[in-house]
């Protein structure tokens, strides 16, 4: 059962970011539309079946709530208001808190009381609001679009079909369900009724709520599920598949007393073990006293309701077969029609059965929920693939026989390719667009702007920029982060943004972009800036620097001393923020996934922060460079060009002694890799080895190596997990000889070069 809530805790994780992020953008356009209604409804409804299946009883009572209002204003009772809009948004954070109090069982029954009045009396006061001719009026436009939702949301209703028949079937192997097979089949029928509802069938939910309840007691120990209740629900579904295409063709004449005739067949179940079970018989009795005269001969017509018919409902369900067969029939009814030469074929009434609309016709369930740690092990598997094609590129080049080498190869050729074929493929599943990052921000701006009392605009670009699902966990906290400081710290408050001349409404972007194969966040806001001055002397105050390598730092190197564990220029500690910690996890974090960030600020304009992260942390191609015995991994992706520099483009600053290229112009600084690394190089001369130029940021770089070798795919490694964090390293790989690759840490290296410049008396690169 442990299991099966963490996995409802998760769920109910992605059904809440959904949820806030529609109310917050209802919040800003001042409405709900109908899309975003019925989206709610189901969000909310999908909380409380699924915590009440799983046994979070006192999170599913409020969740009732909430979803009772949400369905009045669904159904035309009243409209959204801004009001309502407020509650919903400051509810749902107090809903989650419920929960994951209850799942680490902290939550108090007073509490809970206290807050579940309190909720149950601010609901109350919108409902007496409702009038009647908005219900009328708003009604009608409730009622439309049905065959939108089948298409969008009706697989999901075909998916939990083929899961409670399985579970349905697997009871005939096994003889038995357990505890939570059973929990598990309740929250599947309780789903089905919610997802039948939430598109607007008006008589299958009822039936299938039956079941539900039936099955709910049983949950909880008052009747047995035993081999006889297996068959009544195997019965009962299999006239549920049929009963829900019916309804979609509109054959509902006096369909309620199907509903009492189930009611009954329940209560004799729960009455006895043998009694109950005369509606699946064959030879079932025509008397109206057994319970389900829907099976009667006499009693069906009467219905009207032909789908009870045995031979009606297997002639429903062959319809839910798929479209070839269909297509099928419909030939062959065609080839009939001409064949009898029929002037109305509408008057056959097989023919019109194979017109009747189906729930499989509408929907194509076509995507699966598969966990992350499944495509990690796939990940992992074609990485493998990729460090044997390695070593069968290292074995055809130690062929002596050219012909067999050369054939060898060109098959390896082919080999490579698919291979990076299929490690697309795979990085594309793990991949994810940015929006849903983006998503958990609006509700830490607003909640946070209120508190301060500050009046903010926050917007988001690149919302279709993909970024790989594993750097979002480390990347989460940092935004976060940022965006608190640049409310806290950076935007004004009204009054002051006045006497600055600024407009009242304080700005904060976020931006995400891809290039060169990085991925590069911008942060942004048009706040009040970052004093430098003022974090010169705390650093010195604190001993993080000293006053003589303060006087000689960059205004951009003083901005990046926030980074510094313990410095704070807060005046007081407030629960925002004050005490000195959080940006160096931001930065301990960014550099975790291989990312660097830097601050670029102006006071009195506003602040911006620049992430720059690797495109994915699982696979890449890389450069062999050799720096005297020693051989790393330069990445591709950071190489701008390369060459042999002549003498006349290599220059000397005279005052410290640092070498620049003049290219094209632009003076880009040199950095020896193997003075970096303290090594012994092949050549000390620049013009007998080879630059690589990268840029970083907006500064170019050339670093200085010994030779070329050759340039691979490579499978990243962490080193720092598997060893210890090395400097100008940001990760490791496995070659194709079985022995450890470096792969170079450009940004780091730079930055690193950057601050023994500074210790060392210069100004920096």
Known sequence: MDEIKE??????????????????????????????????????????????SVGFEKFSKIVH????????????????????????????????????KEFSDNLDDDEFEEKYNQFKKQIDSFTKKTTNDLATKNRDKYDTNQKKLIEINGGEIVDLFEKINKRLNDFNTVGSLSKEEISELFREIHTLKASSQFI????????????????????????????????????????????????????????????????????????????????FDETISTSTD??????????????????????????????????????????????????????????????????????????????????????????????????????????????????????????????????????????????IPMSSVYSKLPKVIRDLSKKLGKNVKFEHYGDTVEIDKLMVESLMDPLTHILRNALDHGIETVEERIKAKKPKEGKITISAAQESGQIIITIEDDGAGINTAKIGAKAVEKNIITQDELERMSHEDIAMLIFSPGLSTASKVTDISGRGVGMDVVMNN?????????????????????????????????????????KFIYPLNMVLESFQPIKEIIKNVVNDGEEILIVRDEFIPVIRLHKFFGIEPKYYDLTKGIVIISKIETSKVAIFVDEFMTQEQIVVKSLEKNFRKVKGISASTIRGDGSVGLILDIANIVEESKKQKVSNGNNGI
């Open 7 to 52: 996995a409802f805790i998760e769920e109910s994780e992605e059904l809440f970011e959904n949820i806030n992020s529609l109310l917050l953008e209802a919040e800003e356009n001042g409405s709900l539309s109908k899309e975003e209604m019925d989206t709610l409804f189901r969000d909310i409804h999908t909380l409380k079946g699924g915590s009440g």
């Open 65 to 100: 709530l909430f979803e009772s209002l949400m369905d009045m204003i669904r159904n035309g009772a009243f409209e959204a208001t801004p009001e309502i809009i407020e509650f919903l948004i400051d509810g749902s954070d107090e809903l989650n808190n419920i929960l994951q």
């Open 200 to 279: 607007g069938f008006k008589f299958f939910p009822k039936y299938i709520h039956e079941l539900e309840e039936y099955l709910d007691k049983i949950r909880d120990g008052f009747y047995k599920y035993n081999a006889k209740t297996n068959k009544f629900f195997k019965k009962a579904i299999k006239i549920a598949e049929a009963l829900i295409d019916e309804e979609l063709n509109n054959n509902k004449h006096e369909i309620e007393h199907i509903l009492i005739d189930i009611k009954k067949e329940i209560s004799k179940l729960k009455q006895s073990d043998d009694v109950g079970f005369e509606l």
């Open 290 to 431: 057994q319970g389900f005269e829907i099976f009667d001969e006499d009693s069906k017509n009467n219905l009207g309701f032909e789908i009870f018919d045995e031979t009606k409902i297997n002639n429903a369900i062959k319809h839910q077969s798929s479209n070839d067969d269909i297509e099928k029939a419909q030939k062959e009814k065609q080839q009939s029609i001409k064949k009898d030469n029929l002037d109305k074929p509408k008057k056959d009434k097989k023919s019109n059965e194979n017109k009747k609309v189906t729930l499989k016709n509408i929907v194509s369930s076509n995507s699966i929920r598969v966990s992350l740690d499944k495509i990690d092990i796939l990940m992992n598997k074609v990485g493998d693939l990729v460090i044997t094609k390695s070593m069968l590129f290292q074995f055809a080049e130690a062929l002596e026989d050219y012909s067999i080498k050369n054939l060898i190869t060109e098959r390896l050729e082919v080999l490579d390719r698919n291979i990076r074929e299929l490690q697309e493929s795979v990085m594309g599943v793990r991949m």
């Open 590 to 630: 960014i550099n975790s996934i291989g990312g660097t960030i830097k601050v670029y600020t102006k006071e009195g304009i506003g602040t911006k922060f620049v992430i720059i992260l690797p495109l994915t942390l699982a696979i890449l191609d890389g450069l062999n460079v050799k720096v005297g015995d020693h």
